[in-house]
T-cell receptor, first 107, second 118 residues
Framework: DAKTTQPNSMESNEEEPVHLPCNHS???????IHWYRQLPSQGPEYVIH???SNVNNRMASLAIAEDRKSSTLILHRATLRDAAVYYC????????FGAGTRLTVKP | DAGVTQSPTHLIKTRGQQVTLRCSPK?????VSWYQQALGQGPQFIFQ???????QRGNFPDRFSGHQFPNYSSELNVNALLLGDSALYLC?????????????????FGPGTRLLVL
C-alpha cells in the first residue's frame, strides 16, 4: 500500500514551471521525503530529497510544508525530456511507491 | 564510475520454472533493494539486503528469495514461476545511512530485467 497520494496525471507547456503535489499525512518526524522519476523503458531516477527545509538542486526544487504532511516538487522550466512518471515516497528500508504522477510536457 | 547494473536485460521462462536475476551495485554502495514493477504500476518493494542479510521484506511470498555476496552484489531468485510474475524487476543500491530514527539514503536504480513468464 502506497503511503503517499499524488494526482494521476498533469500537463505542462514547455518552458513553463510545473508544481507536482504530494500528500504524505502519515509521515514520521524522521522520514525523509524522496522524489524519483521514471522515463519510459528506464529504471527510476533520483530527483531530490529533503527532511524539513526546502531543497534545491540542478534538477528541481522541493518545497516541504511546515507540518510535513505534504510536499511539492517544482520543475522551474519544463522541457520535453522531463516527461516522465514522478514518484513521491518516504520511508526507511521499505520505499513504497504509488502509481505516481504522469507528467506530459507539450511543445 | 559504473552505476547499478543488472543481468540479464530480458528473460523468457515458462510456468513452474525457476529464475535468478543478478545485480551489481553502484561503486561504494553496501545495500541492495529489489523491486517488482508490473506494467503501468509503480515499483513494489520485495526486499533489501545489507551485510549479506535480509534487512526488510515487502509483501511477497517465500518463492521470492535473495542473496547478497561479500562484494555487495546480489541475486534475486524466484521459484515456481507464475504468469503473474511477469514484470520488470528493478535493483536499487544505496549507502546505508541512519540519521536519528530514520534513514535518508538515496537509492540508485538499475535499468531492470524484464521477465516474461509463459
Amino acid at each position: 500500500d502506497a503511503k503517499t497520494t499524488q494526482p494521476n496525471s498533469m500537463e505542462s507547456n514547455e518552458e513553463e514551471p510545473v508544481h507536482l503535489p504530494c500528500n504524505h499525512s502519515t509521515i514520521s518526524g524522521t522520514d525523509y521525503i524522496h522524489w524519483y522519476r521514471q522515463l519510459p523503458s528506464q529504471g527510476p531516477e533520483y530527483v531530490i530529497h529533503g527532511l524539513t527545509s526546502n531543497v534545491n538542486n540542478r534538477m528541481a526544487s522541493l518545497a516541504i510544508a511546515e507540518d510535513r504532511k505534504s510536499s511539492t516538487l517544482i520543475l522551474h522550466r519544463a522541457t520535453l525530456r522531463d516527461a516522465a512518471v514522478y514518484y513521491c515516497i518516504y520511508g526507511n528500508n521499505d520505499m513504497r511507491f504509488g502509481a505516481g504522477t504522469r507528467l506530459t510536457v507539450k511543445p | 564510475d559504473a552505476g547499478v547494473t543488472q543481468s540479464p536485460t530480458h528473460l523468457i521462462k515458462t510456468r513452474g520454472q525457476q529464475v535468478t536475476l543478478r545485480c551489481s551495485p553502484k561503486s561504494g554502495h553496501d545495500t541492495v533493494s529489489w523491486y517488482q514493477q508490473a506494467l503501468g504500476q509503480g515499483p513494489q518493494f520485495i526486499f533489501q539486503y545489507y551485510e549479506e542479510e535480509e534487512r526488510q521484506r515487502g509483501n511477497f511470498p517465500d518463492r521470492f528469495s535473495g542473496h547478497q555476496f561479500p562484494n555487495y552484489s546480489s541475486e534475486l531468485n524466484v521459484n515456481a514461476l507464475l504468469l503473474g510474475d511477469s514484470a520488470l524487476y528493478l535493483c536499487a543500491s544505496s549507502l546505508l545511512v541512519v540519521l536519528g530514527g530514520g534513514a535518508g539514503e538515496t537509492q540508485y536504480f538499475g535499468p531492470g530485467t524484464r521477465l516474461l513468464v509463459l
